[in-house]
């Protein structure tokens, strides 16, 4: 049956066979008539391609009118995350840059130039990215806007509070993860490619994001501590009283991470 719709987007089905057949995501690449775009968009593709590579291969094989979209939304959302993630800019700065940084899409020469995180060239070349949002059709700039708004107000209440219970946990992976399921499923009802409930179906979508959301902090747990930061919620600790953060870190850092906890 999946088969079947896919017959009405043959690039989804190219896709498909390329990767199948070709040798892996790097065969899915986009269509000869997708190599003329404009400046700012082939930064913005490499821009893609440096942040994120895996991301960059399954954006690449969606159908061309949902590439540009998805391709400005993930930068736009990278880039307030490396906003977030800086732990070198004071919370002074920070919590107003996370709040208002929705508006800076309107803002044809706004960029940040003082991070120190990995992908801070997104912040440095945003007036790229903000170009190509402001060039995007009305439904799309609505729902990234919307988003990073959201996104932004609520990763404020975070910055030096620790999820303390589940529900905590579960509230912070809306925030960076679960909003970017709900807004991926809103790109696609606006594009047509979904009917417009898979829009509104907003708990769907947020299930999605916390599990990959709480995948990444199961994976990046002994960075975070490193960078002195926790997300696991403090009732998971209470569960076992006699494994505390730091011997948790300990464990990892000397390689025992494999013995049961």
């Given at each position: 049956?999946e088969?079947?719709?896919?017959?009405?987007?043959?690039?989804?089905?190219?896709?498909?066979?390329?990767?199948?057949?070709?040798g892996?995501?790097?065969?899915?690449?986009?269509?000869?008539?997708?190599?003329?775009?404009?400046?700012t968009?082939?930064?913005?593709?490499?821009?893609?391609?440096?942040?994120?590579?895996?991301?960059?291969?399954?954006?690449?094989?969606?159908?061309?009118?949902?590439?540009?979209?998805?391709?400005?939304?993930?930068?736009?959302?990278?880039a307030?995350?490396?906003?977030?993630?800086?732990?070198?800019?004071?919370?002074?700065?920070?919590?107003?840059?996370?709040?208002?940084?929705?508006?800076?899409?309107?803002?044809p020469?706004?960029?940040?130039t003082?991070?120190?995180?990995?992908?801070?060239?997104v912040?440095?070349?945003?007036?790229?990215?903000?170009?190509?949002?402001?060039?995007?059709?009305?439904?799309?700039?609505?729902?990234?806007?919307?988003?990073?708004?959201?996104m932004?107000?609520?990763?404020?209440?975070?910055?030096?509070?620790?999820?303390?219970?589940?529900?905590?946990?579960?509230?912070?992976?809306?925030y960076?993860?679960?909003?970017?399921?709900?807004?991926?499923?809103?790109?696609?009802?606006?594009?047509?490619?979904?009917?417009?409930?898979?829009?509104?179906e907003?708990?769907l979508?947020?299930?999605?994001?916390?599990?990959?959301?709480?995948?990444?902090?199961?994976?990046?747990?002994?960075?975070?501590?490193?960078?002195?930061?926790?997300f696991?919620?403090?009732?998971?600790?209470?569960?076992?009283?006699?494994?505390?953060t730091?011997?948790?870190?300990a464990?990892?850092?000397?390689?025992?991470?494999?013995?049961?906890?």
């Amino acid at each position: 049956m999946e088969f079947v719709r896919s017959l009405a987007h043959p690039d989804e089905i190219r896709a498909l066979l390329r990767f199948r057949f070709g040798g892996g995501r790097e065969t899915v690449t986009p269509s000869p008539k997708e190599n003329s775009l404009s400046p700012t968009m082939k930064r913005c593709v490499w821009l893609l391609q440096k942040t994120s590579r895996s991301f960059a291969a399954v954006i690449q094989a969606l159908d061309e009118e949902l590439r540009g979209p998805v391709c400005i939304f993930y930068l736009v959302l990278r880039a307030l995350d490396t906003v977030e993630d800086d732990m070198t800019i004071p919370l002074a700065t920070k919590v107003p840059l996370l709040k208002t940084f929705y508006s800076r899409l309107e803002d044809p020469v706004w960029k940040y130039t003082e991070s120190q995180e990995k992908d801070r060239i997104v912040l440095e070349d945003f007036p790229v990215i903000s170009a190509e949002y402001r060039a995007l059709a009305p439904a799309y700039r609505r729902v990234i806007s919307d988003i990073c708004r959201r996104m932004g107000e609520g990763m404020t209440e975070y910055l030096e509070v620790h999820p303390d219970t589940e529900e905590d946990w579960n509230k912070y992976c809306h925030y960076v993860a679960g909003l970017v399921g709900i807004g991926l499923s809103q790109l696609f009802s606006a594009s047509g490619s979904e009917e417009e409930q898979i829009g509104r179906e907003e708990k769907l979508a947020n299930s999605m994001g916390l599990f990959l959301q709480k995948t990444n902090i199961i994976r990046d747990y002994l960075e975070d501590i490193n960078d002195g930061r926790i997300f696991w919620p403090k009732s998971v600790h209470r569960k076992k009283r006699k494994f505390t953060t730091s011997k948790i870190a300990a464990r990892l850092r000397f390689g025992q991470n494999s013995r049961p906890i």
